[in-house]
């Protein structure tokens, strides 16, 4: 049974940062495309950053934002710097089975989200 658990968000001010983390369980950790989503109130989900064979970022975090994984904790890190208003959403983790482009891929698991908070 895959399981996703997040953690890590929080409230913080304009320039902060934060990491938040993602606990997997129940697949093959490295075959998967893994990724970090948001969604704001009254707004779309959108994709924030995935990683597979490559990385890949939505142009709004470039250079903000840092994905990665640990293997041997089963575990994926989404830091980020320089937080902006804007970035205030519920961020969730989401697996899928590899393929080409991890950041276009049609997710499958998720977790249930933690919620970021950036004030000006």
């Known amino acids: 049974q895959v399981q996703l658990v997040e953690s890590g968000g929080g409230s913080v001010q304009a320039g902060g940062s934060l990491r938040l983390s993602c606990s997997a369980s129940?697949?093959?950790?490295?075959?998967?495309?893994m990724g970090w989503f948001r969604q704001a109130p009254g707004k779309e989900r959108e994709g924030v950053a995935t990683l597979g064979f490559s990385t890949d970022y939505a142009d709004s975090v470039k250079g903000r934002f840092t994905i990665s994984q640990d293997n041997a904790k089963n575990t994926l890190y989404l830091q980020m710097n320089s937080l902006k208003p804007e970035d205030t959403a519920m961020y969730y983790c989401?697996?899928?089975?590899?393929?080409?482009?991890?950041?276009?891929?049609?997710?499958?698991?998720w977790g249930q989200g933690t919620q970021v908070t950036v004030s000006s």
């Open positions: 989401a697996a899928v089975r590899r393929g080409p482009v991890c950041f276009t891929r049609e997710y499958n698991y």
């Open positions: 129940g697949f093959t950790y490295g075959s998967y495309c």
